[in-house]
């Protein structure tokens, strides 16, 4: 699991049908990234070093009943150019807010069939709460709830200045290493 990959798990409840299968639907499929120093070029071209800083705007397409997320937030939704699949779904194009300039090991997206609990910091940040969100796939949100009440309570502990708008984290299901900092 290095650059942009699969992550494979049994889902609880039926998926949406743009979902990745294997050939027995007992396994299903979600994508995302985990860039450690110099493996972000697995994904896209760059100078993947961690001294060497870029800002970065991400548009990604994707089955129109699925969930992308960035470290930045949605910046508009548009529908796709590409004709619907004989599969029943159209597709869309989301495209991100610039980030501000970092580590290309800090970048991050993920793409799947999500849902999220939510919660807000107590501290301001740019003049209000920061939103706090823990996506899982369908039907497991609630075994986020324990990371979510702790995660705002660090972010306020150890952040003077948060430089994002939001912070999401993602139950990635056989995940290769135990934290990632995206």
Same mark, same amino acid.
């Given at each position: 699991?290095?650059?942009?990959?699969?992550?494979?798990?049994?889902?609880?409840?039926?998926?949406?049908?743009?979902v990745?299968?294997?050939a027995?639907?007992?396994?299903?499929?979600?994508?995302?990234?985990?860039?450690?120093?110099?493996?972000?070029?697995?994904?896209?071209?760059?100078?993947?070093?961690?001294?060497?800083?870029?800002?970065f705007?991400?548009? #990604?397409?994707?089955?129109?009943?699925? #969930?992308?997320?960035?470290?930045?937030?949605?910046?508009?939704?548009?529908?796709?150019?590409?004709?619907a699949?004989?599969?029943?779904?159209?597709?869309k194009?989301?495209?991100?807010?610039?980030?501000?300039?970092?580590?290309?090991?800090?970048?991050?997206?993920?793409?799947?069939d999500?849902?999220?609990?939510?919660?807000?910091?107590?501290?301001?940040?740019?003049?209000?709460p920061?939103r706090?969100?823990?996506?899982?796939?369908?039907?497991?949100?609630?075994?986020?709830r324990?990371?979510l009440?702790?995660?705002?309570? #660090? #972010?306020?502990?150890?952040?003077?200045?948060?430089?994002?708008?939001?912070?999401?984290?993602?139950?990635?299901?056989?995940?290769?290493?135990?934290?990632?900092?995206?």
């Open positions: 699991m290095v650059g942009f990959s699969r992550s494979k798990y049994k889902s609880t409840v039926p998926p949406a049908s743009s990745a299968h294997d027995s639907d007992e396994h299903h499929y979600m994508l995302s990234t985990q860039f450690q120093p110099c493996d972000a070029r697995r994904a896209f071209p760059c100078f993947d070093e961690p001294a060497l800083k870029a800002s705007e991400l548009s #990604i397409e994707i089955p129109e009943n699925q #969930i992308a997320l960035c470290n930045t937030p949605e910046k508009e939704t548009v529908p796709s150019s590409r004709p699949s004989s599969n029943d779904w159209n597709w194009v989301i495209n991100f807010e610039k980030s501000p300039v970092m580590s290309t090991y800090l970048y991050t997206w993920a793409v799947g999500f849902e999220y609990v939510e919660a807000k910091t107590e501290r301001k940040y740019n003049g209000k920061l706090v969100r823990v996506y899982t796939t369908k039907s497991l949100e609630e075994q986020g324990y990371a009440e702790h995660a705002w309570k #660090i #972010i306020d502990l150890l952040s003077e200045d948060y430089p994002l708008p939001k912070m999401d984290l993602v139950a990635v299901h056989d995940f290769a290493t135990g934290a990632m900092e995206g």
